[in-house]
């Protein structure tokens, strides 16, 4: 049996009121799920134990032939339940310069144009030490201030505490001489 078929034979048993157990029974498969496996690889799931088209159709095997499929249920009102491929293309080919042209923009681009670089200056604090060796050294100091440059370190991460603290002992030196 095509797959095709065998979708819509699956789908016209259910609108002759068919339960899904008596369907799998009638096709021979041996687990109810194994079939709801396969109509879910062809674009169905089970809505109020009935086998209904799913939204998406990205899960949709490549190789299965759509066709129109007008099925007639037993209160003579009909269903379609065709996926809207046909609407899809005529709408890419109405696209189509659109399309080709954002392919050739692709193809074309320079990738040097694409990496901008953002260059975050901070203006407030500017680490200008000499080049020295560091010295271990302890110090008292009043316990609110320390507590406060330790605030302020860890908003400025970027900088170490050694620097920053050499730096602000550095502008003391330099605004009280």
């Not at 009102?77 to 491929?85: A, E, S």
Request: hydrophobic content about 35%.
């Amino acid at each position: 049996m095509i797959v095709i078929d065998k979708v819509n034979y699956i789908l016209q048993l259910q609108s002759e009121g068919k339960t899904r157990h008596e369907i799998k029974d009638i096709l021979g498969y041996k687990l109810l799920d194994s079939m709801t496996k396969y109509m879910r690889k062809h674009g169905y799931k089970v809505e109020n134990n009935i086998y209904v088209l799913r939204d998406d159709s990205c899960h949709q095997e490549q190789n299965t032939e759509i066709s129109t499929v007008i099925q007639s249920d037993d209160k003579c009102m009909t269903r379609n339940n065709t996926f809207n491929i046909k609407q899809d293309m005529i709408d890419i080919i109405e696209h189509k310069d659109e399309i080709f042209d954002m392919l050739k923009w692709f193809k074309n681009r320079d990738d040097k144009g694409m990496t901008e670089v953002i260059e975050v200056i901070n203006e407030g604090i500017k680490i200008d030490l000499p080049e020295s060796e560091t010295t271990r050294t302890t110090i008292r100091i009043n316990k609110v201030i320390w507590e406060e440059f330790d605030a302020f370190c860890n908003e400025n991460k970027e900088f170490n505490k050694q620097d920053l603290m050499a730096q602000a002992l550095k502008d003391f030196m330099k605004n009280n001489k």
